[in-house]
């Protein structure tokens, strides 16, 4: 994912397209930050996981960002916030629709062998595990949380 998103980094460059130049050089930026912090912590670069959870933050800052640009009137703000999103959305993988959400959710309740609230993070990791970047695990453990709730402690 690294080299793509560098090789379309320079053709954006070449092309002279500044939004997806500047939007792709932060990228790059955050995922070094990240390899520094890792390397601090005596590890190698981030891996693909990582950069796909990294990648799901820049795409929720920013529609936070527009919305409240949205909310102040400042529409040409919002519209680059936007432009941003679109471009960072070309990296990861199909979100996954809500049905397939849903039977992934039972597959991870089966495969854990979940019985109840106090295995949620149980189900909640391999949900990430198996489906990194697909899911909104904000809206996952919601449900997760609601499909547990119903068997007990």
């Known amino acids: 994912m690294r080299e793509k998103i560098s090789a379309d980094l320079n053709a954006a460059?070449?092309?002279g397209d500044k939004q997806?130049?500047?939007?792709?050089?932060?990228?790059?930026?955050?995922?070094k930050d990240r390899d520094i912090d890792a390397r601090g912590a005596g590890r190698e670069e981030v891996s693909e996981q990582d950069v796909l959870a990294l990648l799901q933050k820049m795409v929720k800052q920013r529609e936070e960002s527009a919305a409240i640009y949205d909310e102040a009137g400042r529409d040409e703000l919002a519209t680059q916030e936007r432009e941003e999103i679109a471009i960072i959305k070309d990296y990861l993988p199909q979100s996954m629709g809500e049905d397939e959400v849903a039977t992934a959710i039972d597959e991870a309740i089966a495969a854990t062998g979940a019985a109840g609230l106090r295995d949620m993070g149980k189900v909640v990791a391999a949900l990430k595990e198996k489906y990194?970047?697909?899911i909104d695990f904000g809206q996952a453990s919601k449900v997760v949380k609601e499909k547990l709730s119903g068997r007990g402690g």
């Open 132 to 134: 990194p970047g697909r």
């Open 13 to 15: 460059m070449k092309a």
């Open 20 to 31: 997806r130049t500047a939007t792709l050089r932060l990228v790059m930026a955050a995922i």
